[in-house]
């Protein structure tokens, strides 16, 4: 259930946040600099991570939906099986953050980003909060395998 809630919390939380930008704080697109190493910017991302295949034909965007679409059922099944709720949460953070980005790209075509850090001339792409859930997700993962106690035979 764990996973379930966090999935569903990252996709409400993901789709609200890129409504509003979309719609209210980027309408009309432009940079707002939040401080010096940070700045809200409207990208559409019409591929994957860093734009990878965004040159991709159109039923690329269908391709993608429905890889997407595919690993988020391996998911939740792994999930039914999560021993631990950090590991549901983490499976759930991955999820939502596919979903999220999923939905962008049935209803736009593209996902929206608009989190863009850069740093002495280092400039990360721009990126969303589902990005950042999946992130941290398969960060949580990492770790939790990482440490978890070792099972003796």
């Known amino acids: 259930m764990t996973g ?15 409504w509003w930008v979309v719609t209210i ?10 401080w010096p190493f940070f700045s809200v910017v409207m990208v559409w991302n019409r591929g994957i991570t860093f734009g990878f ?10 391709a993608l939906v429905g890889l997407s679409l595919a690993i988020v059922a391996i998911l939740l099944l792994w999930l039914r099986r999560a021993e631990t709720k950090w590991r ?6 991955i999820i939502g953050g596919a979903l999220g980005n999923v939905i962008d790209r049935v209803n736009y075509g593209a996902v929206a980003d608009f989190l863009d850090f850069h740093v002495t001339g280092y400039h990360w792409p721009a990126f969303n909060f589902a990005d950042s859930a999946i ?3 398969v960060a949580i993962m990492f770790f939790d395998a990482l440490f978890k106690p070792k099972e003796t035979v």
């Open 135 to 137: 992130t941290l997700g």
């Open 88 to 93: 549901a949460a983490a499976i759930g953070l």
């Open 53 to 62: 295949l965004g040159d991709a034909p159109f039923w690329g965007r269908w």
């Open 4 to 18: 379930l809630i966090v999935a569903s919390a990252v996709i409400i939380l993901d789709q609200a946040t890129k």
């Open 25 to 34: 704080f980027m309408n009309p697109p432009r940079v707002v600099d939040v």
